[in-house]
């Protein structure tokens, strides 16, 4: 149980595009689901938090208008990067906390690695 | 703001030999204590957790870890390791707003 899918799990886009993100948990119900980065050789770092039928709360440092993230459902969050730059090329990482967590317990995709030409 | 601190950033380690990989986090009320694994290009695996009771947490793979209050760690041991762990491991901390996470640590293992 607890799975959490993510497509697509790698993507190619060319500088100037928007990319989709999709982060699903297959078994359980998410009212939040949280995005990460991490580039190489380092830690994650916390873009965003979402909660489902409401607005994303960015981390510092975060263009919320070039990370769009809408949490539509309980079991479907998905993470925008518009107007991609190489710079934003990256490893994406969803996770997913049950509607009943108490513990704060996150349940991991497998990641997106994003490269931007 | 809470923080998670681990002080190795690379460990290598001969196969079969013990292994203890360090983490601190900052004061604060009871924490929600997590260990992760990741290989090269993939995702994070838990390996174990804590929130309460038995200080000593069993986890997948062989591994455990200790709660120290009083030292403010969560150290994650393994009697013998096997090449197979060399990954990148990840300590953190939950929380309402998400995991705060260490920086990682390398695990390399000698032949």
């Known amino acids: 149980g607890a799975v959490v899918s993510q497509h697509p799990s790698w993507v190619i886009c060319k500088s100037g595009t928007s990319v989709k993100i999709e982060c699903r948990s297959l078994?359980?119900?998410?009212?939040?689901m949280f995005w990460y980065r991490q580039f190489p050789k380092q830690s994650l770092m916390l873009m965003a938090t979402?909660?489902?039928?409401?607005?994303?709360?960015?981390e510092q440092g975060v263009e919320k208008d070039k990370f769009l993230i809408n949490h539509a459902s309980l079991t479907l969050s998905t993470l925008t990067v518009t107007s991609a730059h190489p710079e934003d090329s990256s490893f994406y990482i969803c996770?997913?906390?049950?509607?009943?967590?108490?513990?704060?317990?996150?349940?991991f995709g497998p990641g997106t690695r994003l490269t931007v030409t | 703001a809470q923080s998670v601190t681990q002080p190795d950033i690379h460990i290598t380690v001969s196969e079969g030999a013990s292994l203890e990989l360090r983490c601190n986090y900052s004061?604060?009320?009871?924490?929600?204590l997590f260990w992760y694994v990741q290989s090269p290009g993939q995702g994070l695996q838990l390996l174990l957790k804590?929130?309460?009771?038995?200080?000593l947490v069993q986890g997948i793979k062989g591994f455990e870890a200790e709660f120290k209050r009083s030292q403010s760690s969560f150290n994650l041991r393994k009697p013998s390791v096997h090449w197979s762990d060399a990954a990148e491991y990840f300590c953190?901390?939950?929380?309402?707003?998400?995991?705060?996470f260490g920086k990682g640590t390398h695990l390399i293992i000698q032949p």
């Open positions: 996770s997913a906390r049950e509607v009943a967590g108490v513990t704060y317990e996150q349940y």
């Open positions: 078994d359980f119900q998410a009212t939040t």
């Open positions: 979402s909660n489902e039928g409401s607005k994303a709360t960015y």
């Open positions: 004061y604060g009320a009871t924490p929600y």
């Open positions: 804590y929130f309460s009771g038995d200080t």
């Open positions: 953190a901390r939950g929380g309402a707003d998400g995991l705060t």
